[in-house]
T-cell receptor, first 114, second 114 residues
Framework: AQSVTQLDSQVPVFEEAPVELRCNYS??????LFWYVQYPNQGLQLLLK??????LVKGINGFEAEFNKSQTSFHLRKPSVHISDTAEYFC????????????FGQGTELSVKP | EAQVTQNPRYLITVTGKKLTVTCSQN?????MSWYRQDPGLGLRQIYY???????DKGDVPEGYKVSRKEKRNFPLILESPSPNQTSLYFC?????????????FGAGSRLTVL
């Protein structure tokens, strides 16, 4: 079974500052990794995913994440945030089977202040 | 537009009054799932369906029922709602297949049980 831990429940940051949202996972098998974003009063949308290949994954809106197998981490980064990045971010993991169930972390609330 | 549609978006009801939250997708996806989102707990899977007439329990199925009579629809039924089912509910779908674990989410249904 897999599990996901998002290490920060809230991250306040000033506009144009860099940000890192931390995610650690545990699994006994190979996994796929995802970051989803939830803007206020909306559903979740995919930010980026790691399936295989390069460990540095680029997503939408200037976000990127790095898969680190030895540290079982998949931290999300952005070099310069905007007010519009204020949202809740969810890290998720699934095994690589066809019916792989998606397991979500607890979420990190990113608050960008002017 | 490819989407997952949930109704109602907001509902206030009373303990014991049966209700149904509908979910419909127009992407011909085989897999559909229901999640509930609670503060500090992330998203937890209630039920999922791999295809028509195939449903299975997720992590928190107690107090819920589902059915999958048609590929596009996956309603969530609360036969006798209780206050601990007050939550934000999301329906999601995806195609089957390896590496296809990217879910498309509905906009959410906020349910309050008094």
């Amino acid at each position: 079974a897999q599990s996901v831990t998002q290490l920060d429940s809230q991250v306040p940051v000033f506009e144009e500052a860099p940000v890192e949202l931390r995610c650690n996972y545990s699994s006994s098998v190979s996994v796929y990794l995802f970051w989803y974003v939830q803007y206020p009063n909306q559903g979740l949308q995919l930010l980026l995913k790691y399936l295989s290949g390069s460990t540095l994954v680029k997503g939408i809106n200037g976000f990127e994440a790095e898969f680190n197998k030895s540290q079982t981490s998949f931290h999300l980064r952005k070099p310069s945030v905007h007010i519009s990045d204020t949202a809740e971010y969810f890290c998720a993991v699934s095994d690589q089977g066809q019916g792989g169930k998606l397991i979500f972390g607890q979420g990190t609330e990113l608050s960008v202040k002017p | 537009e490819a989407q997952v549609t949930q109704n109602p978006r907001y509902l206030i009801t009373v303990t014991g009054k049966k209700l149904t939250v509908t979910c419909s997708q127009n992407m011909n996806h085989e897999y559909m799932s229901w999640y509930r989102q609670d503060p500090g707990l992330g998203l937890r899977q209630i039920y999922y369906s791999m295809n028509v007439e195939v449903t299975d329990k997720g992590d928190v199925p107690e107090g819920y029922k589902v059915s999958r009579k048609e590929k596009r629809n996956f309603p969530l039924i609360l036969e006798s709602p209780s206050p601990n089912q007050t939550s934000l509910y999301f329906c999601a779908s995806r195609p089957q297949g390896f590496g296809a674990n990217v879910l498309t989410f509905g906009a959410g249904s906020r349910l309050t049980v008094l």
